[in-house]
């Protein structure tokens, strides 16, 4: 079924809940980034997608939870189930409100589902609620990447198709991509809306040039989120490299973006340990190489259709 998008003007926002790596960070150094770990919201189309449970869903989640719109029906794609990207999914408000909807999508495999993943970080020996507590109405979908899935119409269940084909009309389609390019590995997201399109591409580490994968999944977006945790030096540090972290260089970040053909990078997943001047000196470097760059910050909102 269409869905009634014709009534009203397109819709593709972004807001920013969470975009701090590794762990939060409350310290007064790093407020005007914001501390939350990972989690972008997208409102695009009639459907609502969240990026990632960092800790930056707990206060969408009360967002969520204090408007008065009844039940609601939410997607929440998961990059991957490091604590970082999942330690706000316990305490998001909406998951124990009955009445709601909420498809997780994640890495899962048929031996290990995102279900099982899930249920074993909410053993009683990790937290005291368990999986099985969440009275809303809960899927989980596990992803092994090549994946192509397809919101139509708000009320009907999204539809998880594999590799190419079929044609999604006005409805928002996402392609998921794996990457090798991190410890355990990690999922990208493409959210293609209307002739709009949005990268989340978090804890993924470029190699010179970037992954050739990753740039042929990236192009021509209008909007990349990329992981851009460290500095340089921080990289190749002699004392304490963090190459094989899982994570990239600003430089690489910018690099990616100007060869995938870009319109705009937004610099994600910030090092913990870095305060707001040595980011808004990673921004200006990044810059640099790539002109229409922006360091993510809590509370950041883009407009897809008015974008510049
Ligand atoms: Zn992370
Ligand atoms: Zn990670």
Not at 122 to 133: I, S, T, Y
Not at 259 to 266: E, F, N
Request: hydrophobic share 35%; glycine share 10%.
């Amino acid at each position: 079924m269409a869905e009634k998008s014709t009534m009203k003007p397109p819709r593709f926002r972004l807001e920013f809940w969470g975009v701090r790596g590794s762990y939060p960070t409350p310290d007064k150094t790093t407020l005007a980034y914001g501390g939350h770990t990972s989690c972008v919201e997208a409102a695009v189309g009639a459907h609502h997608l969240i990026f990632d449970a960092g800790t930056g869903i707990i206060p969408l989640g009360k967002k969520f939870a204090n408007g008065r719109s009844g039940p609601q029906h939410l997607n929440l794609f998961l990059s991957h189930t490091h604590h970082d990207h999942v330690f706000g999914f316990y305490f998001f408000e909406p998951l124990f409100r009955p009445g709601n909807r909420i498809c997780v999508f994640g890495p899962g495999s048929p031996e290990m589902s995102l279900h099982d993943t899930l249920r074993a970080a909410m053993e009683p020996r990790f937290f005291p609620v368990k999986l099985q507590d969440i009275n809303a109405n809960s899927k989980f979908y596990s992803l092994q990447g090549g994946e192509r899935i397809a919101l139509r119409d708000s009320r009907d269940l999204p539809r998880v198709e594999r590799g190419a084909g079929g044609e999604a009309g006005n409805g928002v389609t996402i392609l998921v991509k794996k990457s090798k390019a991190h410890p355990n590995g990690v999922l990208l997201y493409r959210i293609n809306y209307r002739g709009k399109s949005a990268v989340y591409a978090t804890d993924v580490e470029q190699k010179n040039g970037g992954h050739p994968d990753i740039v042929h999944f990236i192009r021509g977006a209008d909007v990349l989120i990329h992981d851009a945790q460290y500095l340089n030096r921080e990289y190749h540090s002699a004392t304490n490299p963090r190459k094989g972290w899982g994570h990239s260089t600003v430089e690489r970040a910018a690099e990616v973006a100007k060869r995938g053909a870009v319109k705009r990078l937004i610099l994600f997943h910030h090092e913990p340990t870095h305060d707001d001047e040595t980011i808004t000196a990673m921004e200006k470097r990044a810059q640099g190489i790539f002109p229409a760059t922006t360091a993510a910050y809590e509370g950041m909102k883009l407009d897809l259709f008015r974008l510049r």
